[in-house]
């Protein structure tokens, strides 16, 4: 008895000095191993009475028990638990985020009318009542204004003009032809607002507006641009069609329809007859050039423009019902795409 309780004295001490897991081991073996001291003692108990046999037994499981307990608690000192793990199962990677589709499409394009020798130039989003509308044909009394319904500022602008958010990317068309010089091949995407919210309009929305100003320049170059445009974004098997329409800034004016998607032009319950409307487009009005101090007589231009998020949305096999959800931020949505 006295021998086991000096030896679990003696466990004690040594366990609290063991200050690496490897000294800790050398205390278990010493004690609880094959030749461990507390095993020798079990293994002299066949040589004792009945009595004392269990008296000596008790004292040394009680010892046995208390030793192991105080080299668990001695462990997780020394050597803290470390999670255990396969190594052999394929790790669990970072979520990746990627451009919105709108984003997407602005790059895509850019690359496309790139190709044609269009430069990508930036224009104000806060303009002045000149470049929005007085600049192409539309002075302040005429109501062909009311289409763009916009968001004026009560600020004014030097000489009295008003401030507004541009309600079309027009009005960089007009910047552009006004500073640079002929011949003018540029294309302006940004953001514009007008008082508008439904299926297929937001109060927020991006536009791409392209100009071409140089001598002799034809419907026929129009026609060109816009059908490398549509096969290049929407697929060689789709079509254009002009229609003539009528818009303040060109003369003549067309809107611009592409062959349905859905139905490859046979007619269906998204075209009616096959064709579906892009966007506007036409030869730049006189006016338009006289007001950037371009003389009409010597040079012509084109325009054409349209609405980046109307375009995205005809893409085949998009299939999205309402423009709005695009700028709902719902991660549901967005990571569809």
Request: charged share 25%; net charge neutral.
């Amino acid at each position: 008895m006295n021998s086991v309780s000096e030896l679990l004295s003696a466990a004690s001490r040594e366990i609290a000095a063991a200050g690496t897991a490897e000294a800790l081991e050398a205390v278990r073996l010493q004690y609880l191993g094959r030749k461990g001291l507390l095993t020798a003692i079990l293994r002299t108990l066949k040589d004792l009475s009945d009595e004392e046999r269990r008296t000596v037994g008790a004292s040394a499981n009680e010892a046995r028990e208390r030793i192991e307990s105080l080299l668990s608690e001695r462990q997780e000192v020394v050597a803290p638990t470390v999670a255990w793990f396969d190594t052999t199962v394929p790790g669990s990677s970072r979520t990746v985020g990627h451009l919105h589709l709108v984003t997407e499409a602005i790059q895509d394009i850019t690359q496309i009318f790139s190709e044609l020798g269009f430069t990508r130039v930036r224009h104000p989003e806060v303009e002045s009542d000149w470049y929005a509308f007085e600049a192409l044909n539309m002075p302040p009394d005429h109501p062909a204004r009311d289409e763009w319904e916009t968001f004026f500022m009560a600020h004014e602008a030097r000489g009295g003009e008003r401030f507004i958010l541009t309600p079309h990317a027009t009005s960089g068309t007009a910047r552009a032809i006004s500073t640079g010089p002929v011949p003018i091949r540029a294309i302006n995407i940004q953001k514009c607002y007008r008082r508008q919210s439904d299926v297929s309009h937001t109060p927020m929305f991006h536009q791409f507006d392209g100009v071409y100003v140089a001598e002799g320049v034809t419907v026929g170059h129009l026609k060109g641009v816009l059908e490398y445009f549509v096969k290049a974004y929407f697929g060689q098997d789709r079509e254009v069609r002009l229609r003539p329409f009528h818009f303040r800034f060109t003369e003549p004016s067309f809107e611009v329809d592409i062959s349905c998607g859905v139905c490859n032009g046979k007619g269906c319950r998204l075209c009616k007859q096959g064709w579906v409307e892009l966007g506007g487009a036409g030869m730049l009005h006189p006016n338009v050039l006289r007001a950037a101090k371009l003389n009409p007589n010597k040079v012509s231009g084109l325009a054409f423009g349209w609405g980046v998020e109307r375009t995205l949305l005809m893409r085949q096999g998009l299939g999205i019902p309402d423009l709005r959800l695009l700028y709902e931020n719902d991660i549901r949505f967005l990571n569809q795409f």
